[in-house]
């Protein structure tokens, strides 16, 4: 699949700001989701623009249906959806299962499971065959913690991204014959605010030590992964795990 239209959500920072700028440099054109951060993803588009490619920008809770409608809507204007990168995801407070509650467990469900599990459903009605569609490439941004567990850390969170990893072999089997690809990459810790925003602001500093390569990775180091994903050079990879983690 060459460059086409891709969504990436949560593509105001972090990883999925630096998706939809290597995007746009790779040709593809770009429509990301934010949540609060305006001018973060007005800054985004402008690079993205900058690079020759349309852009734009939808505020979108991918919690909420109506918001991932709108936001796959608002990507269409753009030309016929062929990439998704579920990029969208929040950890919360350091805490452990037995002092967690329920309505931190389902605001991080939300986001992290439901909101991948609706784009998911909105890309293949889009991409698939089975509906019409000339086919595409979704690429989920898991996490490390599916497998290391982050115990004492967020198990809470770690378990959510298990559910995408699942989510992504499952849904590559589904549509292998569909003429959509489906895959996850799995960061390990890399320098961007999620840290801060979680209430562990020296989490990379006190981490980064302890990974094999002796550092934290950078939001590009995971963005150039998933665009091999995205784009035709990985053509026979789907329902792949690739673990951008230094080792850990
Ligand atoms: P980040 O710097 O905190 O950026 C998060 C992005 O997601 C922002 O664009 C934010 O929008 C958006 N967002 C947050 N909640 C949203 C929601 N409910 N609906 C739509 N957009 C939402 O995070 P990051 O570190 O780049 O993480 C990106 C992904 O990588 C996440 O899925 C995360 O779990 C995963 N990951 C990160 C690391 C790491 O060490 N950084 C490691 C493993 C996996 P606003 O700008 O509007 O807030």
New binding site residues.
């Given amino acids: 699949m060459p460059p086409g239209v891709l969504l990436v959500?949560?593509?105001?920072?972090?990883?999925?700001?630096?998706t939809a700028r290597a995007a746009a440099a790779a040709g593809w054109s770009v429509a990301?989701?934010?949540?609060?951060?305006?001018a973060?993803?007005a800054a985004v588009v402008a690079d993205v623009e900058a690079a020759g490619r349309p852009g734009l920008a939808v505020?979108?809770?991918?919690?909420?249906e109506d918001?991932v409608l709108a936001a796959f809507a608002a990507a269409e204007t753009l030309g016929p959806l062929t990439g998704l990168v579920?990029?969208?995801?929040?950890?919360a407070p350091r805490a452990r299962v037995d002092e967690l509650t329920a309505e931190r467990v389902q605001r991080l469900l939300?986001?992290?499971v439901l909101?991948a599990v609706l784009c998911c459903r909105e890309a293949v009605r889009r991409m698939s065959t089975r509906h019409g569609g000339s086919g595409g490439s979704v690429v989920l941004?898991?996490?490390?913690?599916s497998r290391l567990g982050s115990p004492g850390e967020y198990v809470d969170?770690a378990a959510s991204?298990g559910a995408?990893d699942t989510l992504g072999v499952g849904l590559a089997r589904e549509v292998a014959g569909e003429g959509v690809r489906v895959n996850v990459v799995?960061?390990?810790?890399?320098?961007?605010?999620?840290?801060a925003?979680g209430g562990q602001p020296d989490?990379?500093a006190r981490i980064a030590p302890t990974v094999p390569m002796g550092r934290?990775?950078l939001?590009g180091e995971?963005a150039a992964a998933v665009l091999w994903l995205l784009g035709e050079e990985s053509g026979y990879c789907t329902g792949s795990l690739l673990d951008v983690?230094g080792g850990r």
């Fill in positions: 959500t949560g593509g105001s920072r972090g990883i999925g700001a630096a990301l989701t934010y949540r609060d951060d305006e973060a993803a505020r979108a809770d991918v919690a909420v918001d579920a990029n969208a995801g929040v950890v939300a986001v992290n909101g941004v898991s996490s490390a913690a969170y991204k995408v799995r960061p390990g810790i890399v320098e961007t605010d999620i840290h925003s989490r990379v934290a990775g939001p995971v983690s």
